[in-house]
């Protein structure tokens, strides 16, 4: 998948890595910015039990 999302980006290899690591970067921002957050409130890693008491 990797090989051929390189291999369609155009103009020389040295611009394709360029092209290649701007898309890298947006996907990373793309999955902090949004999709993690959105995930987090079904984790059930998040829910603290640390200082609650049980009347």
Known sequence: MYAWIFRNLPGPIWL???EALILLAAVVLLLMMYV????SQFSPFTDS???QSNP
């Open 16 to 18: 394709r890595i360029i």
């Open 36 to 39: 993690f957050p959105w995930l």
């Open 49 to 51: 039990t640390i200082g």
